[in-house]
C-alpha cells in the first residue's frame, strides 16, 4: 500500500534553514506528484508548492517562491523540501502529500517544524 | 486569512445532515471543477474524502457528497455518525499562477 514517512520533528532559531524528507513507498514514485502543504498550530492548511519526480519540474505559491526548495532522489523514492530564512511564522506541522493533479490522495504523517526566536 | 471562505463550525444531531459551504472566485471554484474535500481529526494528517466537486475516493461512504454552484462548492454529509466529528477543509485548483488554495476549515461537532 502506499506510505509516505516524514523525517523527524525539528526546533530552528530565526533565521535558519530547515529540510524535511518524505520517502513514499508502496507506488511507481515517478508517476505522481508530491505536494507540500504546511499548517499552523490551530490555523487552516496553507499550500506551499509541488515537485514532479519524473523531471524535477517544480511549482511553487507565490508566497514562498526564493524561500522554498524542493528536490527529489529518484534512487530512494525521496522528495526533500528545504525552507530558508524561517522565522516565528514559519511554525508549523508540514505534509507532504501524493496526488495526480492538484487533489492530494496519500499523506505523510507531518513533521513539527518549532522556529524559536 | 484563507483564500477560500469556509464557516468556523457546523453542528449535527446523530442521523441529521450537515452542508458545509466553500466560497471563492470566478478565478478558482467558478473556473475549475477540481474542489476536493479533506477530513481531518485532531493530531492526523487530512484524509481526502471528495475531488473533482463530486467525486468519492474507494472506501468513503456515500453519504460524504460534493457539489458546486457558481463560485460555491458544498460537502453535504447525511446519516451524521460520531466518528464524522473533526475538522473539514475544501480546496481548489486556481490556474497556473497560484496552483491550490484552501479554505480555512470547518469545525464539525456532532452533539
Redesign the interface.
Known amino acids: 500500500q502506499v506510505h509516505l514517512v516524514q523525517s523527524g520533528a525539528e526546533v530552528k532559531e530565526s533565521g535558519a534553514s530547515v529540510k524535511v524528507s518524505c520517502k513514499a513507498s508502496g507506488y511507481t514514485f515517478t508517476s505522481y506528484f508530491i505536494h507540500w502543504v504546511r499548517q499552523a498550530p490551530g490555523q487552516g492548511l496553507e499550500w506551499m508548492g509541488v515537485i514532479f519526480p519524473s523531471d524535477s519540474s517544480t511549482d511553487y505559491a507565490e508566497k514562498f517562491q526564493g524561500r522554498v526548495t524542493m528536490t527529489r532522489d529518484t534512487s530512494t523514492s525521496t522528495v526533500y523540501m528545504e525552507v530558508s530564512s524561517l522565522t516565528s511564522d514559519d511554525t508549523a506541522v508540514y505534509y507532504c502529500a501524493r496526488a495526480v493533479g492538484y487533489s492530494p490522495d496519500y499523506w505523510g504523517q507531518g513533521t513539527l517544524v518549532t522556529v524559536s526566536s | 486569512q484563507?483564500a477560500l471562505t469556509q464557516p468556523p463550525s457546523v453542528s449535527g444531531s446523530p442521523g441529521q445532515s450537515v452542508t458545509i459551504s466553500c466560497t471563492g472566485t470566478s478565478s478558482d471554484i467558478g473556473s475549475y471543477n477540481?474542489v476536493?474535500w479533506?477530513h481531518q481529526t485532531p493530531g492526523t494528517?487530512?484524509?481526502?474524502i471528495i475531488?473533482?466537486v463530486s467525486r468519492r475516493?474507494s472506501g468513503v461512504p456515500d453519504r460524504f457528497s460534493g457539489s458546486k454552484s457558481g463560485n460555491t462548492a458544498s460537502l453535504t454529509i447525511s446519516g451524521l455518525q460520531a466518528e464524522d466529528e473533526g475538522d473539514y477543509?475544501c480546496?481548489s485548483?486556481r490556474g497556473?499562477?497560484?496552483?491550490?488554495?484552501?479554505?480555512?476549515?470547518t469545525r464539525l461537532t456532532v452533539l
Open positions: 484563507s477540481r476536493s479533506y494528517a487530512p484524509k481526502l475531488f473533482d475516493p477543509h480546496n485548483y497556473s499562477t497560484t496552483f491550490v488554495v484552501f479554505g480555512g476549515g
